[in-house]
């Protein structure tokens, strides 16, 4: 199963971009949708996720306040505004799908290890 992100870019510091994740493969209200990012030298990391049920969301510190996720179930896509935009958060950006064993309703993990079906990636840059 695959996940197809899109919506990167170049971007100065400060601006803004929106990133979409979607599948045809399978219904995205059957799993927790995780983003992660992933910068040259550094492990992929949990930047945000939003639960199957009743879309809680759940940010790393260094996102908070200027991402959102949300989920649009009917259109099997889920979606990450990026707001003001630093240059540390430069990196190619990853959706995945919560695996089967980390199925709760509202499991909300940021662990790259509890997701699978991940997508290709999206580069986001930003400048400085």
């Known amino acids: 199963v695959q996940l197809v992100e899109s919506g990167g870019g170049l971007v100065q510091a400060g601006g803004s971009l929106r990133l979409s994740c979607a599948t045809s493969?399978?219904?995205?209200?059957?799993?927790?949708i995780g983003w992660f990012r992933q910068a040259p030298g550094k492990e992929r990391e949990g930047v945000s996720s939003?639960?199957?049920?009743?879309?809680?969301?759940r940010y790393a510190d260094s996102v908070k306040g200027r991402f959102t996720i949300s989920r649009d179930n009917v259109k099997n896509t889920v979606f990450l505004q990026m707001n003001s935009l630093m240059p540390e958060d430069t990196a190619v950006y990853y959706c995945?799908?919560?695996?089967?064993?980390?199925?709760?309703?509202?499991?909300?993990?940021?662990?790259?290890?509890?997701?699978?079906?991940w997508g290709q990636g999206t580069q986001v840059t930003v400048s400085s």
């Open positions: 995945a799908a919560s695996t089967p064993h980390y199925s709760g309703n509202y499991y909300l993990g940021l662990s790259p290890y509890e997701y699978d079906s």
């Open positions: 493969a399978f219904t995205f209200d059957d799993y927790a």
């Open positions: 939003i639960s199957k049920k009743d879309g809680f969301t």
